[in-house]
């Protein structure tokens, strides 16, 4: 594969003067979309900085399930006297997303192991802007439905009993569902350190020699010091939370907590300023 490279890459970096040209790069790939700036600082070298981000939206839709079997027999049982305009139904749910968010800066270098040719490798670090570090790296958020909270309210005023309460199970701990919206909400963060590192490999010039040159990257985000939060509170186990959150987000969960590798695949088109 290396002598493929080599022969894809009959004009490398050999024309740029160090520190006297500056390109442009738009990408988009696994990480989001990027902005980024190259500047060779010698012949086989050049150094990028840049600023990544994902746009919201969900990645998987899940069902997690929650306990209201206790709460149903509560209001069966004091049906006959209070007569509940709303009821828990057979089965409660919560519909839950599962949103993946990653906003960093970055500081690159890229090394042309020949002159004269496209092929690079890549190492470098990302960094999550301080007004970005509380917001979470995977983030599942869901509601119950209306009828449900609407039960658990009209529970708990017309017993006069505020304990009632909604709640999912991770593991052997209970986390309450909180209100939001009029309906019970729930929300657990998988956090990272703001600090990552990166290892790579890709094809083209950063620098290209015309206007316009193109860039193709593959790579890997290295975190560590991950935490599971679910409603503001440290979960012990994230495979434990894994097993309540619904089958699509296990999968993920179970993947991050034991590879704590994000794989990277890129498309950059870079723009020669000078």
């Not at 740029?16 to 390109?23: A, D, G, I, T």
């Not at 802007?129 to 983030?139: A, I, M, T, V, Y």
């Amino acid at each position: 594969m290396l002598v493929t490279f080599v022969a894809l890459g009959v004009s490398g970096q050999d024309n740029m003067e160090p520190l006297r040209h500056l390109s442009v790069g738009v990408e988009a790939g696994l990480h989001g979309f990027g902005v980024e700036l190259a500047v060779p600082v010698q012949k086989h070298i050049v150094f990028k900085a840049g600023y990544n981000w994902v746009p919201s939206g969900d990645l998987v839709n899940t069902n997690i399930n929650i306990d209201t079997e206790e709460l149903k027999k509560t209001q069966e049982q004091y049906d006959p006297l209070l007569h509940f305009q709303n009821k828990f139904g057979d089965e409660a749910v919560i519909n839950a997303g599962l949103q993946m968010g990653l906003t960093n800066y970055k500081a690159m270098i890229n090394w042309y192991p020949f002159v004269s040719g496209r092929f690079y490798l890549a190492g470098g670090v990302y960094y999550t802007p301080s007004g970005n570090q509380d917001e979470p790296f995977l983030k599942i958020s869901g509601n119950t439905t209306e009828n449900d909270w609407a039960a658990l309210q009209e529970l708990r005023e017309k017993t006069g009993n505020d304990d009632y309460d909604i709640s999912i199970t991770i593991g052997e701990e209970k986390y309450p569902v909180v209100e939001k919206d009029g309906c019970g909400y729930m929300e657990a963060d998988f956090m990272m350190d703001p600090l990552k590192y990166y290892v790579g490999m890709g094809l083209g010039r950063c620098v290209p020699n015309k206007i316009v040159g193109l860039q193709f990257e593959l790579g890997a985000m290295i975190y560590h010091n991950s935490v599971l939060y679910c409603q503001d509170r440290e979960v012990g186990s994230i495979i434990d939370a894994a097993d309540g959150l619904g089958n699509d987000a296990k999968e993920i969960l179970e993947y991050v907590d034991k590879y704590p590798i994000y794989p990277q695949l890129t498309l950059r088109l870079s723009f020669r300023m000078f």
